[in-house]
């Protein structure tokens, strides 16, 4: 059984240390430990830190990319390295990495193809209470959306197995945590959240600005996986809501009088005419996800089939063997 340890990395030169000696060296259950960085195009030396500390594959871009590419391309390495599990965690060492055997033991007990660790985040004392408060709110919308019971949604330390690892799909370019949990759901992975510690704050946040823009970004990222995975349940509530909004204006304007009031009556098509659209448009968007659902399965046939015969990439740094 090989596990690989994977690191998105941008300007981690001065933390990237920390993050690395606290990983384990040893779980049951486990043959092989790797360890494979992804340098989202660091302007600082970042690789040659990662080379010193002896990490065994990077992946290394010259520009920055973003989170979500920067997750999926370290995917794609330890797919194509020969990974049974692969587990994410954070280059500023947020995370203790002693938790990781947690994350693996349901996989190799074969209790889940997905695990995410749950943060104390009441507990965390460099937290504020509006990321406190915004944190519990966003995962809630998440398991709504996803119909799963995860409760720390953004929580970036996860393991997923080989299986779950050929059906990850991420659209999106900001973040992988939220679309990921929905694609999960709409698909009936066997996901399952482990509570797990935290270290002290290294350094803040660099995925946003403030906690407004993470909190504007983050819906945009809900609402379009929400309406690419169940369209018709999304687009059925808009239509819903415009039809009651016509059957009320149409039922005012019988009971006040056909008389005097035809501006109600053509307010009432108006609403029942986007009702109708809107209702069309859930449905040709309902046969667009089961034809995706499709491209999807083909997309994993495709990918099992690549990674199990081929380990070339122009990007990863063989630092294990010297390559």
Same mark, same amino acid.
């Given at each position: 059984m090989k596990l690989f340890i994977q690191i998105p990395c941008y300007n981690e030169e001065e933390t990237l240390h920390v993050a690395i000696d606290a990983l384990p060296k040893k779980i049951e259950g486990i043959d092989e430990i790797n360890v494979l960085i992804i340098n989202d $195009? *660091?302007? &600082? #030396? %970042?690789?040659?830190?990662?080379?010193?500390? $002896?990490? &065994?594959?990077? +992946?290394?871009?010259?520009r920055n990319k973003g989170l979500a590419y920067g997750f999926m391309a370290g995917i794609d390495a330890c797919l194509r390295l020969g990974a049974d599990i692969i587990v994410n965690t954070d280059a500023d060492n947020q995370y203790n990495a002693d938790d990781i055997e947690l994350l693996v033991r349901p996989i190799l007990n074969k209790e889940a193809d997905q +695990?995410? $660790? !749950?943060?104390?985040?009441? !507990? %965390?004392?460099?937290?504020? #209470? /509006? /990321? #406190? %408060?915004?944190?519990?709110? $966003? *995962?809630?919308?998440? /398991?709504?959306?996803?119909? %799963? &019971?995860?409760?720390?949604?953004? *929580?970036?330390?996860?393991?997923? *197995?080989?299986?779950a690892a050929l059906r990850l799909n991420v659209i999106n370019e900001y973040t992988y945590t939220l679309e990921t949990i929905i694609q999960a759901g709409?698909? #009936?992975?066997?996901i399952k959240a482990v509570p797990i510690r935290t270290n002290e704050e290294l350094r803040e946040s660099r995925l946003f600005k403030s906690m407004w823009t993470y909190m504007r970004r983050s819906a945009g990222v809900i609402i379009r996986s929400y309406s690419m995975y169940r369209p018709l349940a999304f687009f059925g509530l808009f239509a819903a809501i415009f039809f009651i909004a016509g059957l009320i204006i149409g039922i005012r304007f019988i009971v006040l009088g056909m008389e005097g009031h035809v501006q109600s009556l053509i307010l009432a098509a108006v609403f029942f005419i986007l009702a109708t659209q809107t209702f069309f448009m859930g449905m040709q968007a309902d046969i667009i996800a089961a034809n995706r659902k499709l491209i999807e399965d083909i997309q994993y046939r495709v990918r099992k089939y690549d990674t199990q015969n081929s380990s070339e990439d122009d990007n990863i740094i063989d630092n294990k063997h010297g390559n």
């Open positions: $195009g *660091s302007k &600082d #030396k %970042t690789v040659e830190e990662a080379k010193r500390l $002896g990490v &065994d594959y990077i +992946v290394n871009f010259k +695990v995410i $660790g !749950e943060r104390p985040i009441d !507990e %965390t004392e460099h937290f504020s #209470k /509006k /990321k #406190k %408060t915004f944190q519990h709110l $966003g *995962s809630w919308v998440v /398991k709504k959306a996803s119909k %799963t &019971d995860i409760p720390d949604a953004p *929580s970036g330390f996860r393991a997923y *197995s080989r299986d709409r698909n #009936k992975q066997a």
